[in-house]
């Protein structure tokens, strides 16, 4: 609590006695101790790719370019670390947006067979490539749900891209959709590692994995969910998600009225 404590006083500044006032700042402590950590955060993300490029390039001057055996790996290692860069810069830049409580969505009916099929062209090569069995279930009468489709398709295009980087070549991943009587259930089931119980409910968080390595070595910023469950309750909708060492599957509800 903040108290803060001033004389009131009344006619030709007598005074009439003290008001106290007590403030509770728990929450602003909070807020302030969660950007404080964010900006903490960003700056190690931003910093690893950094200096690992520095590295190399530093390595590279030092005489290395001479082996172009060597130099060609090591350019393709910062070519790989630029990109991460990029992509951690668009993930910020789109956390930033979606948080901008001025920027509200401008809902339009979205049809979202569309959105999902288009996702599954865009991962098939690489269902492909991971031999990964990527099919869809979709009824037929699905109703439009209203909302920003270009949102709608990053939530899914996520999902998928989690669901294929967290999943062994063999396994299966499967999106249903499913409309309820005043909502549609979107489910991105896999096969996949799992995540343990202990981390389940702290990977909406920004920048929170599982395995930091592995999430880094897939290209992962860390960002995707906390995206994803940005987007979701900005449309009235819920995200969650169940898992056992079998496979996880990540679930979001999306309203049918606006
Ligand atoms: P990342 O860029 O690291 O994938 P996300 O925010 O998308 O970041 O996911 C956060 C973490 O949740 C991941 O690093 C991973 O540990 C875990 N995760 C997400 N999706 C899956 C999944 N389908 N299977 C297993 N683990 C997952």
């Given at each position: 609590f903040r108290v803060q404590i001033s004389p009131l006083k009344g006619v030709k500044h007598k005074k009439m006695g003290v008001v106290g006032l007590l403030t509770d700042v728990t929450e602003r402590r909070k807020l302030d101790q969660m950007r404080t950590e964010f900006a903490a955060n960003v700056s190690h993300e931003l910093r690893t790719p950094l200096t690992s490029i520095n590295g190399f390039v530093e390595t590279l001057l030092d005489?290395?370019?001479?082996?172009p055996e060597i130099a060609r790996n090591f350019l393709e290692i910062i070519h790989s670390e630029g990109k991460r860069l990029a992509n951690l810069i668009d993930d910020l830049l789109k956390l930033s947006r979606l948080e901008?409580?001025?920027?509200i969505l401008h809902k339009q009916p979205v049809n979202l067979a569309d959105v999902i099929q288009k996702t599954v062209k865009m991962f098939e090569g690489l269902a492909q490539d991971k031999n990964i069995e990527l099919t869809i279930a979709i009824p037929e009468d699905l109703p439009s749900v209203p909302g920003d489709a270009g949102l709608l398709s990053q939530v899914v295009v996520n999902l998928v891209d989690n669901a294929l980087k967290y999943t062994l070549p063999g396994g299966k991943v499967n999106i249903a959709v499913n409309p309820q009587h005043d909502h549609v259930t979107v489910a991105v089931a896999d096969t996949g590692i799992g995540i343990p119980p202990e981390n389940l409910s702290r990977?909406?968080?920004?920048?929170?994995?599982?395995d930091k390595a592995r999430s880094r070595e897939m290209?992962?910023?860390?960002?995707g969910l906390s995206i994803s469950k940005h987007i979701v309750e900005a449309h009235g909708g819920k995200i969650k998600v169940t898992s056992s060492p079998a496979g996880s599957t990540f679930t979001f509800t999306l309203p049918l009225e606006v």
């Amino acid at each position: 609590f903040r108290v803060q404590i001033s004389p009131l006083k009344g006619v030709k500044h007598k005074k009439m006695g003290v008001v106290g006032l007590l403030t509770d700042v728990t929450e602003r402590r909070k807020l302030d101790q969660m950007r404080t950590e964010f900006a903490a955060n960003v700056s190690h993300e931003l910093r690893t790719p950094l200096t690992s490029i520095n590295g190399f390039v530093e390595t590279l001057l030092d005489g290395a370019m001479e082996q172009p055996e060597i130099a060609r790996n090591f350019l393709e290692i910062i070519h790989s670390e630029g990109k991460r860069l990029a992509n951690l810069i668009d993930d910020l830049l789109k956390l930033s947006r979606l948080e901008d409580r001025r920027n509200i969505l401008h809902k339009q009916p979205v049809n979202l067979a569309d959105v999902i099929q288009k996702t599954v062209k865009m991962f098939e090569g690489l269902a492909q490539d991971k031999n990964i069995e990527l099919t869809i279930a979709i009824p037929e009468d699905l109703p439009s749900v209203p909302g920003d489709a270009g949102l709608l398709s990053q939530v899914v295009v996520n999902l998928v891209d989690n669901a294929l980087k967290y999943t062994l070549p063999g396994g299966k991943v499967n999106i249903a959709v499913n409309p309820q009587h005043d909502h549609v259930t979107v489910a991105v089931a896999d096969t996949g590692i799992g995540i343990p119980p202990e981390n389940l409910s702290r990977v909406f968080e920004r920048f929170y994995r599982v395995d930091k390595a592995r999430s880094r070595e897939m290209g992962g910023t860390g960002l995707g969910l906390s995206i994803s469950k940005h987007i979701v309750e900005a449309h009235g909708g819920k995200i969650k998600v169940t898992s056992s060492p079998a496979g996880s599957t990540f679930t979001f509800t999306l309203p049918l009225e606006v």
